[in-house]
């Protein structure tokens, strides 16, 4: 039996071998993902920089972080520089390591007392007492909109949804990020590869 495993893992090596060089494709594919994500958020705290600072600072409705200037300012230049060089694959470990920690944070600080889920689904498995009471809500939201609007026109996209908030997408990101700092821009498609290379040579 063990001898069957090894030459099925031979023959899957052997098969696999002309693919190496397409190794980069996976570091390429989740930089690329996270590049519009990272933009984004970075993008917003910039136009509103004012309100992120209060937001930070804020013990009551905010996260009540010390020094809310300097770290809503590391946390926007964080997330601008870091989908720059995503997008370039330039330094993509070292950049990966602060966007980590700014998901740990939000994951921490914002998201974790909602739960797991990033949209209230009361039929999945991790539905806590939020996320099932927002069952109501969501009947309540579709008898307003069936009586009093264009039900087919609203919805012509997808459901009606109500946002939990949870940290789904921020441990994705994470676990993303993560992948990042071991697999590094990729073979052929990032900045850093091309650039070790030559300095190789």
């Known amino acids: 039996m063990i001898a069957l495993l ?13 693919l190496r060089h397409l190794d980069g494709l996976p570091a390429l594919a989740l930089r690329f993902y996270l590049v519009p994500v990272f933009w984004m958020a970075g993008s917003q705290k910039l136009l509103h920089f004012s309100d992120t600072v209060a937001w930070f600072g804020d013990p009551f409705q905010g996260l009540g972080l010390p020094l809310p200037w300097l770290l809503a300012a590391l946390a926007t230049a964080s997330e601008l520089g870091g989908a720059v060089l995503l997008a370039l ?14 998901m740990v944070v939000a994951a921490l600080a914002v998201h974790l007392p909602n739960g797991w889920q990033a949209i209230a689904d009361p039929s999945a498995p991790f539905a806590n007492a939020q996320v099932l009471a927002a069952a109501e809500r969501l009947m309540r939201i579709r008898d307003i909109l069936q009586s009093h609007g264009d039900y087919d026109w609203l919805t012509a996209s997808g459901p009606v949804v109500i946002l939990n908030n949870g940290v789904e997408f921020a441990v994705t990101y994470a676990v993303m990020l993560m992948a990042l700092v071991v697999l590094g821009g990729g073979r052929y498609t990032s900045a850093d590869w091309w650039l070790a290379r030559y300095l190789r040579r």
């Open 89 to 102: 694959g330039l330094a993509t470990r070292w950049i990966s390591l602060p966007l980590l920690a700014t």
């Open 6 to 18: 090894r030459r099925a893992d031979a023959l899957l090596i052997s098969l696999t071998r002309p």
